[in-house]
T-cell receptor, first 114, second 114 residues
Framework: DTAVSQTPKYLVTQMGNDKSIKCEQN?????MYWYKQDSKKFLKIMFS???????INETVPNRFSPKSPDKAHLNLHINSLELGDSAVYFC?????????????FGPGTRLTVT | AQSVTQPDIHITVSEGASLELRCNYS??????LFWYVQSPGQGLQLLLK??????LVQGIKGFEAEFKRSQSSFNLRKPSVHWSDAAEYFC????????????FGTGTKLQVIP
């Protein structure tokens, strides 16, 4: 049983397009996150939701919009994709905010913008 | 703001040898500390965490780490490395007060030779 799942695993698209990545966790966790890992493997948090409420919103272009329909799902929508958006995007979850940092990660979505 | 340094970009050890991966952090108070492992094409997996208490922390897969406040370090160790331990290892630090933020190191790539 997959704890944190993401779809799609690979996403290749052209500049200017809009795309979404979906994430689901079946761990019963309260808190979910989106991370971006660049080509040098540097990992940076983008957003965090706790019980469907946005609580962390790092310096991310407003072309990126997270949506949490319920506490088991956190989707990421990206408008007007740019070359620099190419990266691996990871969804993660933790039991709650106290466990922020001790997270379960999904397998990642490799986004390539051409 | 906190920061974390992993001085070794790449380490090679022989199977069966001991391993120590270095992690140094910068933070004014006692931080929360984490080690993650990432196999190629996979998401990150939490190996262990330090929040408080005993400074020697046991994790999964036979790993342990020791928090040394005087050295601002949280080095990861394993007494006998297996070929399956070849992966990238990330240290992370979270501040213990104020606006919560987790910062990841740049990773250490471990190669295991027979």
């Amino acid at each position: 049983d997959t704890a944190v799942s993401q779809t799609p695993k690979y996403l290749v698209t052209q500049m200017g397009n809009d795309k979404s990545i979906k994430c689901e966790q079946n761990l019963g966790h309260d808190t979910m996150y989106w991370y971006k890992q660049d080509s040098k493997k540097f990992l940076k948090i983008m957003f965090s939701y706790n019980n469907k409420e946005l609580i962390i919103n790092e310096t991310v272009p407003n072309r990126f919009s997270p949506k949490s329909p319920d506490k088991a799902h956190l989707n990421l929508h990206i408008n007007s994709l740019e070359l620099g958006d190419s990266a691996v995007y990871f969804c993660a979850s933790s039991q709650d905010l106290r466990e922020f940092g001790a997270q379960y990660f999904g397998p990642g979505t490799r986004l390539t913008v051409t | 703001a906190q920061s974390v340094t992993q001085p070794d970009i790449h380490i090679t050890v022989s199977e069966g040898a001991s391993l120590e991966l270095r992690c140094n952090y910068s933070y004014g108070a006692t931080p929360y500390l984490f080690w993650y492992v990432q196999s190629p094409g996979q998401g990150l997996q939490l190996l262990l965490k330090y929040f408080s208490g005993d400074t020697l922390v046991q994790g999964i897969k036979g790993f342990e780490a020791e928090f040394k406040r005087s050295q601002s370090s949280f080095n990861l160790r394993k007494p006998s490395v297996h070929w399956s331990d070849a992966a990238e290892y990330f240290c992370a630090v979270r501040n213990s007060g104020g606006y919560q933020k987790v910062t990841f190191g740049t990773g250490t790539k471990l190669q295991v030779i027979p």
